[in-house]
């Protein structure tokens, strides 16, 4: 190799991504990810641009790294992205924003302003970010503390919220069935025998009541 001094990128660091620039850019976002950023602080002032020198606003953010950017770096807000905060939080004010969370996609389309010609662009979604929740998690079975698994055909998560329903905890199946023999035999005992002619349903028909 030449003099320079170069680092051989490894595993899944990517061209665009160690760029020294001083600015978050869409090079620096991973392709299909749209990051959620948490504002630290708004700011304005001279900026270095290859264009050279112009005033600019920038948000700088709370994270140092999240999912799909390496290295979190402060963005320059244009026009467009003001526009989207505000519209997003009211207005564009320093109490407002700070500690308000923003998601960050890339714009194929944007005019470069040197040669007029298409860029990649950073973009700020119009909605708050989505963040999922996580699922609640499956609790175990109350009666056994086992695992409550998949069963009947329903997901664990279906059999907790049957079991919730009908017997006010979560159960596995077989737990389930046992509360529900249990509920049989506490039964009264009818008087009379039952009539012999009537037909015992069949499981299909009552697959999800088995329980
Ligand atoms: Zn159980």
């Given at each position: 190799m030449a003099k320079d001094k170069l680092t051989r990128l490894n595993g899944?660091?990517?061209?665009?991504?160690?760029?020294?620039?001083?600015?978050?850019?869409?090079?620096?976002?991973?392709?299909?990810?749209?990051?959620?950023?948490?504002?630290?602080?708004?700011?304005?002032?001279?900026?270095?641009?290859?264009?050279?020198?112009?005033?600019?606003?920038?948000?700088?953010?709370?994270?140092?790294?999240?999912?799909?950017?390496?290295?979190?770096?402060?963005?320059?807000?244009?026009?467009?992205n003001r526009k989207v905060l505000r519209k997003l939080y009211g207005d564009a004010k320093a109490s407002t924003l700070v500690g308000k969370q923003i998601q960050l996609y890339i714009d194929h389309n944007v005019r470069d302003p040197q040669d007029g010609g298409m860029t990649d662009g950073v973009r700020i979604r119009a909605h708050k970010p989505r963040v999922q929740a996580a699922p609640a998690p499956i609790p175990p079975c109350t009666d056994c503390k086992g695992e409550i698994k998949p069963a009947m055909g329903k997901d664990a998560r279906w059999m907790v919220a049957y079991t919730t329903k009908h017997y006010g905890v979560p159960l596995c199946a077989d737990c389930a069935q046992k509360r529900k023999a249990a509920q049989t035999a506490a039964a009264p005992v009818p008087a009379e025998p039952e009539a012999p002619a009537e037909p015992t349903p069949t499981p299909e028909a009552t697959e999800t009541e088995v329980l």
């Amino acid at each position: 190799m030449a003099k320079d001094k170069l680092t051989r990128l490894n595993g899944d660091e990517r061209l665009g991504q160690c760029r020294a620039s001083e600015y978050l850019g869409a090079e620096d976002i991973d392709d299909g990810v749209e990051p959620v950023l948490t504002i630290e602080g708004l700011w304005n002032g001279m900026v270095t641009l290859q264009r050279g020198k112009e005033n600019k606003d920038v948000l700088t953010f709370v994270e140092k790294s999240v999912p799909g950017i390496r290295q979190v770096r402060p963005l320059i807000i244009n026009a467009t992205n003001r526009k989207v905060l505000r519209k997003l939080y009211g207005d564009a004010k320093a109490s407002t924003l700070v500690g308000k969370q923003i998601q960050l996609y890339i714009d194929h389309n944007v005019r470069d302003p040197q040669d007029g010609g298409m860029t990649d662009g950073v973009r700020i979604r119009a909605h708050k970010p989505r963040v999922q929740a996580a699922p609640a998690p499956i609790p175990p079975c109350t009666d056994c503390k086992g695992e409550i698994k998949p069963a009947m055909g329903k997901d664990a998560r279906w059999m907790v919220a049957y079991t919730t329903k009908h017997y006010g905890v979560p159960l596995c199946a077989d737990c389930a069935q046992k509360r529900k023999a249990a509920q049989t035999a506490a039964a009264p005992v009818p008087a009379e025998p039952e009539a012999p002619a009537e037909p015992t349903p069949t499981p299909e028909a009552t697959e999800t009541e088995v329980l």
